[in-house]
């Protein structure tokens, strides 16, 4: 039980997936101009993070492994990615048109978020067992959902906050994004 | 067969991620069934909210076409049969502020009207019945017309047509069951008139 604390908590804040290890910071940037659009990116790449992870672990140990094709270990994880991110897609399309219209061509581009194929491969890289793998899925998208919404809700106010002409938009943004990365160095060591 | 796939690396690869298509194709096959869209769902949600009297005061053909441009970025505050109800319902619906009703496009009426032709002073032109946008005029050339009072959505569109302007807009009568006491007006109002209440004055404000 314990392990599978370490794991969550590990993938959540000390090897946090934007902020420390730089992956998929191309949704962190485009998709935290608004707190709302945050939380439905991030509720999308959750799931498709945490599916991803497992149904990758299953294709690798049942079907790559046995048969010696390790080396078609990215082509065939980013064919499970993309089958995900397609099903999620229609899913959100049916439920939420208006999610779906705001999340817009972020929506399609998980497929090429590299957190989730990282995910994929880091799991591959260390062995571990079915649960520790979709425990890490589950901790990876945890943690960058965290950081995404939290990071949306600064922009929020400081998209109001008075900045020197040169820093604002996009450069205030990368600036707070340096300190949050900064900040979530203090977890280190942590497990 | 079997002894074959392990054998060779090439055909294990090649069914490997054949094999793997075929099942993903299938799951992704299902889901498009499982999660058809019956045209563009948020054109319909808005649709169902815009008042139906396809009156095209909004500059479109009819309430659909709106709903359409709506979804694609139009304003929300081109519909005067609708009125602010309709702005802030759509408002919601979108979770964009709600603007006050666009003057250009007319304005909100505060009674429904339904339109009355003077039949005696009709010369049967049909150019009513052409204006018409829900078919609610029935008549023939040179042949007295009339509206069929039910379906009219009082949209005025055939008043102006008119060329002897026999055409009237009539306040619908409340029935009996229907009948509510009208509600108060704002306290901005009564306050002016001198008739409220001292302690229910606005904030702000002091005895006249």
């Known amino acids: 039980m314990q392990e599978f604390a370490v794991i969550l908590l590990s993938a959540t804040l000390v090897n946090n997936f934007v902020l420390v290890q730089f992956l998929g910071l191309c949704p962190f940037m485009g998709v935290s101009n608004k707190l709302e659009t945050a939380i439905g990116m991030a509720s999308a790449t959750t799931f498709v993070l945490t599916l991803a992870a497992v149904s990758s672990y299953m294709v690798n140990t049942w079907i790559l492994l046995p048969l010696g094709l390790e080396y078609l270990r990215t082509i065939a994880f980013i064919l499970v990615i993309a089958v995900v991110v397609q099903f999620t897609k229609m899913f959100i399309e049916k439920t939420s048109p208006l999610l779906h219209r705001v999340l817009g061509v972020f929506l399609p581009l998980i497929t090429t978020n590299c957190a989730v194929l990282g995910v994929a491969l880091q799991n591959t890289a260390k062995v571990r067992s079915f649960m520790e793998a979709s425990l890490y899925g589950l901790g990876a998208a945890l943690g960058f959902s965290l950081v995404l919404i939290l990071f949306s809700a600064m922009r929020e106010r400081l998209a109001v906050a008075d900045v020197p002409a040169p820093f604002r938009g996009a450069a205030i943004a990368m600036i707070t994004a340096g300190l949050m990365s900064l900040a979530f160095m203090g977890f280190g060591g942590l497990v | ?208």
């Open chain 2, 1 to 208: 067969m079997l002894e074959l796939i392990s054998q060779s690396p090439i055909v294990a690869a090649l069914v490997a991620l054949g094999g793997m298509a075929l099942v993903f194709g299938a799951a992704l096959g299902f889901a498009a069934v499982k999660f058809k869209l019956e045209g563009d769902p948020l054109v319909a949600q808005i649709d169902a909210l815009l008042p139906q009297t396809q009156c095209g005061q909004c500059g479109y053909p009819g309430c659909r076409p709106y709903a359409q441009a709506i979804s694609e970025g139009d304003a929300i505050n081109k519909c005067p049969p609708g009125g602010q109800a309709t702005i802030n319902a759509l408002a919601n619906l979108l979770a964009v502020p709600a603007p006050a009703l666009d003057a250009e496009h007319g304005v909100e009426k505060t009674v429904k009207t339904v339109a009355y032709i003077r039949e005696d002073e009709c010369i049967g032109c049909t150019k009513c019945i052409q204006a018409c946008p829900v078919d609610a005029i029935l008549g023939a050339a040179k042949l007295m017309h009339t509206v069929i009072a039910d379906e009219c959505t009082g949209c005025d569109l055939c008043v102006e047509p008119c060329p002897v302007d026999c055409i009237d807009m009539l306040p619908v009568p409340t029935p009996l069951a229907d009948w509510r006491w009208p509600a108060p007006p704002p306290p901005q109002q009564l306050w002016q008139s001198g008739s409220l209440i001292a302690t229910d004055r606005p904030l702000g404000t002091t005895s006249p």
